[in-house]
Nanobody, 125 residues
């Protein structure tokens, strides 16, 4: 059973930075695709970024490209999301997700089998 546990959310002023972590356990993740999604109040969950665990290839939503960086520590089984130049519209619950195979262009929440509990990110103006 795959378990994903996020940490690192919080309150930050616009223009600031946060780094989210997602500790993964329960499997060998060499073939996995990992992703970050976010959900703001009253809105649907939306794709943020994906990464291939094996190759490190990444893909980003246009709204975060150039500001956010997804990465993974292969040895620590940990996924990261470095968020810079944060904007109030980035305020949301951020969740990490995993699927056991495939490429980095799976952008729908329904494409993913495993989810963390989510961590709140609030950006004040």
């Amino acid at each position: 059973q795959v378990q994903l546990v996020e940490s690192g959310g919080g309150l930050v002023q616009a223009g600031g930075s946060l780094r989210l972590s997602c500790a993964a356990s329960g499997r060998t993740f060499s073939t996995y695709v990992m992703a970050w999604f976010r959900q703001a109040p009253g809105k649907e969950r939306e794709f943020v970024a994906t990464i291939s665990w094996r190759s490190g290839a990444t893909y980003y939503a246009d709204s975060v490209k150039g500001r956010f960086t997804i990465s993974r520590d292969y040895n620590k089984n940990t996924l990261y999301l470095q968020m810079n130049s944060l904007k109030p519209e980035d305020t949301a619950v951020y969740s990490c997700a995993a699927r056991s195979f495939g490429g980095i262009y799976y952008l729908s929440p329904s494409d993913y089998d495993y989810w963390g509990q989510g961590t709140q990110v609030t950006v004040s103006s």
